[in-house]
């Protein structure tokens, strides 16, 4: 199926004017019956309305940019038919032209709740050139939540049943969708910044009240008025003899408490996005317990997100590939994405002093990619 996007409409819309919780909860509802379309295009422009949200898929992606990918082989198999699967899988995902962005796509998906990708292939062939990544308001599920993916060329906002694709030229990623809670503290943060600029508007300076002379005439009272205007206006004039000020400062009767509720709800923020590790994006103590704590929630969420996404793949390509060229053949490799470990170089270092002392010798290259130090021959003693 071609897939053809008409995006006629929907970029003169900004679902983040006028929202409230009622439209919020409408858009859900119509969520889990299978139209995406109004939700996601209101998660679209919220990530980039907010520099919380912003920030925090960031760094939870940030991990991406930096991911090595391998074929592993299942030891079990036969060795010589897991080389073969290995060397041409690995040839074929070398031949993907987008294979980066594609995968940043997918793991976005983490947090929209799903991810497309559409196989685009070589001329003649099942092999994958690159990938074309459907954006979220273009899918629908026919038949509910439990339904099957359709394509809604026009992101119409209540499509029943929308095109049927081929499923297998798709790669697809399903997960809860992180932006659903976050989605909610966007909202309540929203309101209190509103309420906030409001309350500066009419509350942060005192309410000044001038009283006239006695015997003040109709008359007078007017021309006293015009002069309180220009007073109140600049903060200095004439009044005359008898007259009074008066003030009223209702910022010192109550604190606002906008501030904390907006801080409150980044963290929930970041929780959510986090899958609950970290409160704040940054913390003191860099280089410290909390600033390795941070790293170390980080690569934990690396690992995790890395095996979802390396599933996708595997089932997505590695799967019909290997069908196809190995009809009636076990599966004896695989696509996986490797995180590095987080090593603590001088542990490790002691570690290997140890083993040596022992009697024991590790390999010189291992060390090196460990630790990522250069190491030299030390010279013989007396040279």
């Known amino acids: ?17 006028g929202l409230s919780m009622a439209r919020l909860v409408a858009m859900e509802d119509n969520a889990e019956r299978g139209q995406y379309a109004d939700l996601q295009w209101f998660y679209y422009h919220m990530e980039r309305s907010d520099v919380t949200i912003m920030s925090a898929v960031a760094r939870r992606l940030a991990f991406l940019a930096a991911l090595d990918w391998d074929i592993h082989t299942v030891g079990t198999a036969d060795q010589t038919l897991a080389k073969e699967q290995a060397e041409f899988l690995r040839n074929a995902y070398e031949r993907i032209g987008n294979f980066q962005e594609a995968t940043s796509f997918l793991a976005h998906g983490l947090f ?3 991810a497309h990708l559409h196989k685009v292939y070589s001329p003649f062939s099942s092999m994958v050139s690159y990938f074309e990544p459907i954006e979220q308001w273009f899918w629908i599920k026919h038949g ?18 929308g095109q049927a694709i081929d499923r297998k030229n798709f790669c697809v990623l399903d997960a809860a969708p992180l932006f659903r809670p976050i989605s909610r503290q966007f909202f309540s943060k929203s309101l209190a910044a509103a309420d906030w600029d409001t309350a500066l508007e009419t509350s942060a300076n005192p309410s000044i009240f001038l009283i006239g002379p006695p015997g003040t005439t109709p008359e007078k ?21 008898g007259s009074d000020v008066k003030t009223v400062d209702t910022a010192q009767r109550s604190r606002m408490p906008f501030q904390e509720r907006i801080t409150y709800c980044d963290q929930q923020i970041v ?4 899958g609950g590790l970290l409160t704040m994006l940054t913390e003191s103590g860099s280089g410290t317990l909390a600033g390795g704590a941070h790293s170390r929630g980080l690569l934990e969420l690396a690992r995790s997100d890395a095996a ?14 290997l069908d196809e060229f190995w009809p009636g053949q076990p599966h004896a490799a695989y696509f996986r994405f490797d995180v590095p470990e987080d090593y603590n170089v001088p542990t490790m270092l002691e570690a290997v002093a140890n083993l040596n002392w022992a009697g024991y010798r590790v390999d010189k290259a291992q060390i090196e990619d460990k630790t990522g130090l250069k190491l030299l021959e030390a010279p013989a003693q007396g040279a």
Do not use: C
């Open 221 to 241: 009272e007017l021309e006293y008025r015009t002069v309180a205007e220009q007073i109140v206006s600049n903060g200095r004039g004439y009044l005359p003899n």
């Open 1 to 17: 199926m071609a897939v053809a996007k008409r995006h006629t409409w929907r970029e003169y819309y900004n679902p983040i004017r």
């Open 271 to 274: 929780m959510a996005a986090t």
């Open 112 to 114: 929209s709740g799903f």
């Open 144 to 161: 509910g939540m439990f339904g099957e993916w359709r394509f809604n060329p026009e992101s119409r906002p209540h499509e029943a049943t």
């Open 308 to 321: 979802r996404i390396s599933e996708v793949f595997q089932r997505d390509l590695d799967d019909p590939w």
